[in-house]
């Protein structure tokens, strides 16, 4: 093994973390604000990814443009479940925590029956994009394009969320909210309607990245599954809630991807994740960056 | 200890002795394969719930990884017949010995995690389980292993020409995992379990040993959901490590309890006995042309129910009772 090998797959480990991260900041997003886990995110991702292929397939528009659309779609959809679905799962008053997992989790199972009655079960793919197939070569290593502009638009979109929370009134709200729901109501903030638009912009951030994921991955009614899990596991080595911990635990699950894949046969890539999640929350049970 | 909830125990034990007869009559009355077939399933995943709920309901302790032990359970009594002829029963009680020790060994760094990075390190090891059987060439890989035939016999646990031998054992291990959890409702055990659910800092204080009341949970549960792991491949008589410790087998536990009643005595078997004929049915009615309806179907009834029955089905009869009887018949 070369140090050209080596270096060429941290390289794309640390691009495919950039957009783990992407995947999963609006899930910690939504734990941070609500202590919600989303168990349909997976699903959340399917849907932009075929919504990005259909804006491809019926009116041709390459997904690096479609990818705006998609997010805001995918707003209206997270806002959309949280006042159909999860708000009244924040009522009950027994079971708390498995309403929220099974509530989310039936939520995603009728996602991918729905994606399945309309879509059919097929792979598609999406052939002819501006960036597909297209690599670019920094000193000997090759990038591929749509995974380096991900990445690009994973630290934009991080710069971007981090300016939105600590800069604007409705990123406040949404702090003052997730310290205190009861206090927020008594200067005139409406708890239900922070949460539906931290739900939209969880959505809209999966949204974006599923828009990226469309070019390179196929897509499938399935296709959340794989990554959901991988997201769960970057936001808990993160630190549930900790936007910046999923920044950092997306990275990470990147490179430890791409290291096992070079130690390891590729069907066992996954091994190494979940082994560094293990060892992490052995160390520290509430991940990298979570509150103690 | 009041007395009512004496009586609750001796009337559930008496409805629990009606029930299991009139099951085992079952047979009598239903010749149709197919639907001794969805008997079989029922019977099997009220088990593997009523287990799953010892840890996961009493406990309060998610696992949405047990899959691994009813994998572990199908594979040491495989392993074990197919390489070495050893009987399917001593495979059985190996691979239920062994799930529980490593429920313990995975118990000793896992209880210290709390909400949901314990329920995500549940999931992880079973998935690092499925994944190293998949590449484990010895154990037959991704292709999984045939179970030879030896013809019919209860002593190889092996049976071709009926299916009512499976029923029998279905049935016994349903009523043996009932019988396992309502004993130790009333044990020490059971107390120190709902006082660790509720509070675990407050029941430390008072004298619980928290971690060992959790270990204890693991390894009752994780040996009861081997078992119907080890009865699962003898009734398929084909496993691959997808088909016996996919996600779906964690999923699968969990459901029939949370939809019955989690962490209650008739949740599991309320909800198999509802959930897993609707699946089976949903799915070869309406699922046969792939479209996703059974999904879409299945799905639903799991939003709706969870929403608006956060205490399960079980709940519909105490709140009935709770309109007929004087206030506190029930617990």
């Known amino acids: ?292 | 200890m009041d007395k009512s909830f004496a009586v609750r125990r001796r009337r559930d034990l008496l409805i629990a002795a009606v029930l299991a007869v009139l099951a085992g009559l079952a047979p009598l009355f239903v010749k149709d394969v197919y639907v001794q077939n969805i008997l079989i399933l029922t019977l099997m995943y009220a088990a593997l719930s009523q287990s799953w709920n010892i840890l996961s309901g009493y406990c309060g302790q998610i696992s949405l990884g047990h899959a691994l032990y009813f994998g572990i359970g199908a594979y040491t009594t495989e392993l074990l017949f197919t390489k070495f002829g050893v009987l399917p029963w001593f495979g059985m009680l190996g691979g239920g010995v062994l799930a529980a020790i490593i429920a313990m060994a995975l118990g000793y760094p896992f209880f210290r995690l709390r909400g949901h990075y314990f329920v995500i390190a549940t999931i992880v090891i079973a998935e690092i389980g499925l994944l190293l059987f998949q590449n484990w060439d010895w154990a037959g890989a991704a292709l999984g292993i045939t179970i030879p035939v030896r013809g019919d016999s209860w002593l190889k646990f092996q049976f071709m020409r009926s299916k009512l031998p499976y029923f029998y054992f279905a049935l016994a291990l349903c009523c043996l995992a009932w019988f396992v959890t309502w004993w130790l409702e009333d044990s020490k055990w059971g107390f120190w379990w709902r006082a660790v659910k509720d509070n675990p800092d407050a029941a430390e204080s008072l004298g619980v040993v928290v971690f060992n009341s959790k270990m204890g949970a693991a390894a009752v549960s994780a040996f009861l959901v081997a078992i119907g792991g080890a009865f699962y491949a003898q009734y398929l008589a084909y496993i691959d490590p997808e088909s016996v410790m996919g996600f779906q087998f964690s999923l699968l536990m969990a459901l029939p309890a949370v939809l019955g009643g989690i962490g209650t005595l008739w949740g599991p078997v309320l909800g198999a006995a509802i959930l897993i004929p609707m699946t089976e049915l949903t799915r070869s009615y309406i699922g046969g042309s792939g479209r996703g309806v059974d999904l879409i179907v299945y799905g639903a009834l799991i939003v709706l129910i969870s929403l608006a029955l956060p205490q399960g089905l079980v709940s519909l009869f105490s709140r009935a009772k709770a309109k007929n009887h004087v206030k506190g018949a029930t617990r």
């Open chain 1, 1 to 292: 093994m070369t140090a050209q090998a080596i270096i060429q797959s941290l390289a794309s480990g640390l691009l495919m973390g950039l957009l783990y991260g992407l995947i999963a900041v609006g899930l910690a997003l939504i734990f941070g604000l609500m202590d919600v886990v989303n168990f349909a995110h997976g699903e959340f991702l399917m849907i932009a990814m075929y919504a990005t292929f259909f804006l491809f397939a019926f009116f041709a528009i390459d997904p690096l443009l479609s990818a705006p659309l998609v997010a805001a779609a995918l707003f209206v959809f997270g806002a959309v479940v949280y006042l159909l679905i999860v708000r009244f799962a924040m009522r009950a008053k027994a079971n708390a925590g498995m309403v929220q997992i099974f509530s989310t989790f039936g939520l995603a199972i009728v996602m991918r029956g729905l994606a399945q009655f309309f879509f059919t079960p097929d792979y598609r793919s999406i052939p002819q994009s501006w960036l597909g197939g297209k690599t670019v070569s920094v000193a000997g290593i090759f990038l591929p394009e749509p995974q380096l502009i991900g990445a690009l638009v994973s630290i934009a979109a991080f710069a971007g969320l981090y300016f939105f929370i600590n800069r604007t009134d409705f990123g406040r709200a949404l702090e003052a909210t997730r310290e205190d729901p009861g206090a927020v109501a008594l200067v005139g903030i409406d708890k239900n309607r922070v949460f539906a638009l931290g739900w939209g912009l969880g959505a809209a951030l999966v949204g974006l990245a599923g828009a990226i994921m469309a070019v390179f991955f196929y897509i499938y009614p399935d296709v959340g599954a794989s990554f959901a899990l991988i997201a769960y596991v970057t936001v808990a080595l993160g630190g549930f809630g900790s936007v910046f911990g999923a920044f950092a635990g997306g990275i990470i699950v990147g490179l430890v991807e791409a290291v096992t894949a070079l130690v390891l046969p590729p069907s066992l890539k996954s091994v190494g994740i979940y082994a560094v999640y293990l060892l992490v929350v052995f160390i520290r049970p509430r991940g990298l960056f979570g509150s103690m």
